[in-house]
C-alpha cells in the first residue's frame, strides 16, 4: 500500500491529461456536433463549471463542519465519503452511458478519463477510511461498495438515454465541465505542490502521456 500511495502523484498526473483530452477531443466536440445552439452549450459548460464549484464548496463547509466536532466524528466523516463517492460514482456511470450511446470510441475515451481519475481518488479515500478508524477489509469493502453505484448509473443511464437521445448532448457537455473542473482545480493544484525540477518533469512527461492515450487513438480513428 505504501508504495501505491507513493504512485498517486504520478497517477494524478497521468489523469490530468486524460481527462482534459477526453474533454477537448472527445465529449465536447461530439455535443457541439449534436448542438441545435452551440452558444448554449457554451453556456451550460459555463454553468457546470460554476455548479462543480458550489458543490465542491458544500463539501468543504460540510468537512469543517464534522471537523470542527472533534475526534468523535471520524467515523461519521469516513461514511460521508462513502455517500458522496457512491454518488460522484453513479453519475459517472450515468456519463458513460451517454458517451457510449453517442458513439463507441466516445464511450472508451470517457471511460479512460474516469477511470485515470478513480484510481488516485479511490486511494485517497481508502485512506481516509482508515484514517476515519475503520479495519482495512471493512474500508475495501465500503470502497468496493460506492464503486458499485457506476454500474448501477450506468443501467439508469442507458435506458433513461436511449429515450431521450436530444438529452446526450446536455450530458456530454456536463461531463467536459466536470472533467475541466476536477483537473484544473482540484488535481493541478496538488500538483504545484511539488516544485521539484524531476518532479516537475514527470509532472510534464505523464501529463503528456495521458493526452497521448486520448489524442492518439483519436487522431489515428479519424485518419482513415
Not at 99 to 111: K, R, S
Not at 171 to 179: G, N, R
Request: glycine share 8%.
Amino acid at each position: 500500500m505504501a508504495a501505491l500511495t507513493a504512485w498517486v502523484p504520478r497517477m494524478v498526473s497521468y489523469a490530468v491529461g486524460v481527462m482534459l483530452a477526453a474533454a477537448f477531443l472527445h465529449l465536447l466536440p461530439e455535443a457541439f456536433m449534436q448542438a441545435d445552439s452551440v452558444e448554449g452549450l457554451f453556456a451550460l459548460t459555463l454553468a457546470g463549471l460554476l455548479g462543480f464549484f458550489l458543490l465542491e464548496k458544500v463539501a468543504i463547509w460540510r468537512h469543517r463542519h464534522d471537523h470542527g466536532r472533534g475526534s468523535g466524528s471520524h467515523g461519521h466523516a469516513g461514511m460521508m465519503i462513502i455517500v458522496g463517492d457512491g454518488f460522484h460514482n453513479f453519475v459517472d456511470g450515468v456519463l458513460i452511458a451517454a458517451a457510449f450511446l453517442t458513439d463507441v470510441n466516445l464511450g472508451v475515451a470517457t471511460t479512460l478519463a474516469i477511470i485515470a481519475h478513480e484510481v488516485p481518488q479511490e486511494v485517497g479515500d481508502f485512506m481516509v477510511l482508515l484514517h476515519s478508524g475503520y479495519a482495512r477489509r471493512t474500508a475495501l469493502l465500503l470502497n468496493f461498495a460506492s464503486s458499485l453505484a457506476c454500474v448501477a448509473g450506468g443501467i439508469a443511464g442507458y435506458y433513461a438515454l436511449a429515450e431521450m437521445q436530444q438529452a446526450t448532448q446536455y450530458v456530454l457537455v456536463l461531463a467536459a465541465a466536470s472533467f475541466i473542473y476536477i483537473s484544473v482545480a482540484d488535481l493541478i493544484p496538488d500538483l504545484h505542490r511539488a516544485s521539484d525540477t524531476r518532479s516537475t518533469l514527470w509532472q510534464v512527461a505523464l501529463i503528456a502521456a495521458g493526452m497521448a492515450t486520448i489524442a492518439g487513438p483519436h487522431w489515428l480513428f479519424h485518419s482513415h
